[in-house]
């Protein structure tokens, strides 16, 4: 249905970005005439899904995207499961942690995540979506999906790193992942933070959830990342044990 598809390309839209946007810029993103985008805003200001700045005239998510997420997370017994755990990663070992989830063929999305209570933490967002391989998490997906190398190429390429790695090594990256049962990135994603992840598997024996670890790097010495990694894989693996039983 066009006018379901446009109204969720709108939303994705405004989730990517961080601050408001006008009609002007919202229907030339969408590519789609001002009129029509304007139709569907007013039909999702309704609804509480965006707000609108009267001053500015220009639109945002709307407090009804939180409540949507909230009862979504209370409904997933996966998101209930992975908090748990999320916390007493977090309090161990004194780090921001995350649970992304593959949502479509090009996105992952942040579906849960637990903040340290003793340190200065690393700010993430629910519902934050990126592409399939970005970071960390995504080195987990790419080891884990059967894609071929122009496969694994085309998403590489889609992601908006900001100290991008060379493809040859991010491929062997990738492959170090599958071997050592977690993923890294030091900056590559996002400069001055390094990430690690591992691998949730499904009963099918699929990857489409990552559990993450975040730290600021000039705060995490070896010793401190080798401990995380440890206790991250035991943490993903009880999991999946739990998915599974």
């Known amino acids: 249905v066009p006018a379901v598809k446009r109204a969720a390309e709108i939303l994705w839209l405004m989730a990517e970005r961080s601050s408001p946007m006008t009609l ?4 030339h993103s969408v590519d789609s005439l001002p009129s029509t985008c304007l139709h569907t805003l007013r039909e999702l200001v309704t ?14 998510l709307g407090e009804g995207i ?20 999320l916390q007493r990663l977090s309090t161990q070992m004194d780090v921001t942690t995350t649970v992304t989830a593959q949502t479509d ?4 999305t942040l579906i849960a995540f637990a903040s340290p209570s003793k340190s200065v933490s690393l700010n993430v967002t629910l519902g934050a979506r990126v592409p399939t391989f970005s970071g960390a998490a995504g080195r987990c997906i790419a080891a884990h999906s059967g894609l071929s190398k122009a496969e694994l190429k085309t998403g590489f390429f889609a992601v908006k790193w900001e100290n991008p790695p060379e493809f040859k090594n991010w491929l062997d990256e990738v492959e170090q992942t ?8 030091h900056g590559n994603f996002n400069v001055g933070v390094t990430a690690l992840s591992a691998p949730i598997f499904s009963p099918d ?9 975040f730290a600021i790097s000039a705060q995490l010495d070896q010793s401190h990342e080798r401990k995380i990694s440890q ?11 739990q998915l599974g039983s």
């Open 24 to 27: 002007s810029q919202i229907s």
């Open 47 to 60: 609804a509480r899904l965006v707000s609108v700045n009267r001053s500015t005239k220009s639109y945002s």
């Open 66 to 85: 939180r409540e949507l997420a909230q009862s979504a997370a209370q409904q997933d017994n996966f998101a209930e499961i992975a908090r748990v755990h």
């Open 105 to 108: 063929e090009k996105h992952i």
């Open 178 to 185: 599958r071997i050592q049962g977690y993923g890294e990135d």
């Open 205 to 213: 024996g699929t990857v489409s959830r990552v559990i993450g670890c």
């Open 231 to 241: 206790v991250l894989m035991q943490t993903a693996s009880d999991i999946s044990t």
